[in-house]
C-alpha cells in the first residue's frame, strides 16, 4: 500500500489501520520515519512491525494541553486533571479516566494535540450509576464494554459498549461507598484488567490483594481467587515476600494468560503464572533482585512506586515508574531484578526530573500507560495533567 504523505504522519493505533494524526514535524518519528530508517522490531506472531521507542525519546502528540511546554488543569473537554488510567478500544480510540474531575473520557482514534474528548462519562462525585469519586483504572472487555475502578466508592463499574455520554454502568462490583473485605467487598480499588476468557482481575489496593472474577460477571459477583492475602478476609501487610503485596497499584495480564502486578509500597513489579491458586507464590520481580528486597532504586533496573503497567506486541513490560517519573520497558526473556531496556520520560536510567520541567521528554508523574497492538505508547502524565504519545 502506497502513502502520499507531504503534510503528515499517520500513527497505527491498530495493525490493520492508518489514523491521521496531527503529529510535530520538526521531531523525526513516527510510523512512516521508522519504517523508512528500519527502526521497527518484528513480531513474528502479530502480523505487523513493532516500532522500537529510544530511550529519552520526545512524545509527538498531547492531550490535556495545548502544547508540550504547559500544565495547568481543568474541566474542559479538551482539559485534564490529574488523569490515573488509560486503555485503548478496539477502533483504536483511547479511554481515559480523568480522575479529580470524576469522569471517565473517550477521544477518537484520529486525535490531534490539544484535541477534545467526543465521550464523557460521569463528571460528578457520587454513587449513583453514571458517577464516580475518583476513578483509576480503565479496562475494556472483548464486546467492547468498559471497566473502570471508582476508587473511593469501593466498586468496578461496567459500562456497556456503544455508551453514549452521560450514559450509565450496567454492573456494579463491590458495594457504592460501603468498603470492606470480603469476597463480595472491596477497600479503594485501583487496577482492573480483562483475561481472555472474559474474567476479571481487580486490584484491591486498601486490602493490599488480588481479586479474580469468574464469568459470568453481575451485580455483586463474588471473588472467586485471592492473591496477596493467605484468606479473603485478611488485608494487611506484613514483609516483602514472594506472596505478599504492599499497595498494589495495576494488573496487566500477558499473553499466556499469566499476570504482572504492580507492589508500589515495595517499589516491585510481581509475576504470576497460570494456572492460579489462592495465596500462590509470584514467580518474576522486578525492580528488585530478590523477593525479600523492597528498596526503592533510580537506575537501571530499579523502581520506585511504580504504578501503572501495559504489555506489548512482543510480550515486553511497559511499567509507570512513576517515584522515578519515567516510563521503563523491560523485554523476556524474563529474570529476577532484569535491566530496563528502554526508558522514556528521562533522558537516562540515574537521572530524575526533579525540577519537574515540563516538555516533551520529560514526565512529572507518569501513572498509567496503554500500548496499541503494534507498539505505539500512551503515557498518563498525572503531575502534568496530560497524556503524551510516543509513536
Not at 206 to 219: A, C, D, K
Not at 236 to 255: E, I, R
Not at 262 to 280: G, I, Q
Request: charged share 10%; net charge negative.
Amino acid at each position: 500500500m502506497l502513502f502520499l504523505l507531504p503534510l503528515a504522519f499517520f500513527a497505527f493505533f491498530g495493525c490493520n489501520q492508518a489514523k491521521p494524526l496531527n503529529v510535530d514535524m520538526s521531531h523525526g518519528s513516527g510510523f512512516l520515519l521508522s519504517l523508512i530508517l528500519g527502526n521497527l522490531a518484528t513480531n513474528s506472531g502479530g502480523g505487523c512491525a513493532v516500532p522500537r521507542l529510544s530511550t529519552g525519546e520526545n512524545a509527538t502528540i498531547v492531550l490535556g494541553q495545548s502544547d508540550f511546554v504547559s500544565s495547568g488543569f481543568g474541566a474542559g473537554t479538551s482539559q485534564l486533571h490529574y488523569p490515573q488510567g488509560m486503555t485503548h478500544d478496539s477502533k483504536g480510540g483511547l479511554w481515559v479516566s480523568d480522575t479529580q474531575n470524576q469522569r471517565v473520557i473517550h477521544y477518537p482514534s484520529t486525535i490531534a494535540s490539544g484535541g477534545s474528548a467526543d465521550i464523557v462519562l460521569g463528571g460528578t462525585s457520587g454513587t449513583g450509576l453514571n458517577q464516580f469519586n475518583n476513578p483509576q483504572a480503565v479496562a475494556v472487555d472483548s464486546a467492547g464494554g468498559i471497566w473502570v475502578a471508582d476508587y473511593l466508592n469501593h466498586r468496578i463499574l461496567h459500562f456497556p459498549s456503544g455508551v453514549a455520554t452521560g450514559g450509565s454502568a450496567d454492573i456494579v462490583i463491590g458495594s457504592s461507598g460501603v468498603s470492606g473485605v470480603s469476597t463480595t467487598l472491596l477497600n479503594s480499588p485501583r487496577g482492573v484488567a480483562v483475561e481472555a476468557s472474559g474474567g476479571l482481575w481487580v486490584v484491591d489496593t486498601g486490602n493490599n490483594r488480588l481479586l479474580h472474577f469468574s464469568t459470568p460477571l453481575t451485580n455483586g459477583k463474588a471473588a472467586d481467587l485471592v492473591l496477596g492475602q493467605t484468606s479473603f478476609t485478611s488485608g494487611g501487610t506484613t514483609s516483602a515476600t514472594a506472596s505478599t503485596l504492599a499497595n498494589p497499584n495495576a494488573v496487566t495480564v500477558d499473553s499466556n494468560g499469566g499476570i504482572w502486578v504492580s507492589d508500589a509500597s515495595y517499589h516491585r513489579v510481581l509475576h504470576f503464572t497460570s494456572p492460579f491458586a489462592n495465596d500462590m507464590s509470584s514467580d518474576i520481580v522486578l525492580g528488585q533482585s530478590t523477593f525479600g528486597s523492597s528498596t526503592p532504586s533510580t537506575s537501571q533496573s530499579g523502581l520506585w512506586t511504580p504504578t501503572g503497567l501495559a504489555t506489548d506486541a512482543n510480550g515486553g513490560l511497559w511499567v509507570a515508574d512513576y517515584g522515578n517519573r519515567r516510563a521503563i520497558h523491560f523485554s523476556p526473556p524474563f529474570t529476577n531484578g532484569k535491566n530496563g531496556d528502554t526508558v522514556l520520560g528521562e533522558l537516562n536510567y540515574t537521572s530524575n526530573n526533579s525540577g519537574n520541567t515540563v516538555s516533551a521528554a520529560l514526565l512529572g508523574g507518569p501513572n498509567a500507560l496503554t500500548v496499541s497492538p503494534c507498539g505505539q505508547l500512551w503515557v498518563a502524565d498525572y503531575s502534568d495533567h496530560r497524556v503524551l504519545y510516543y509513536p
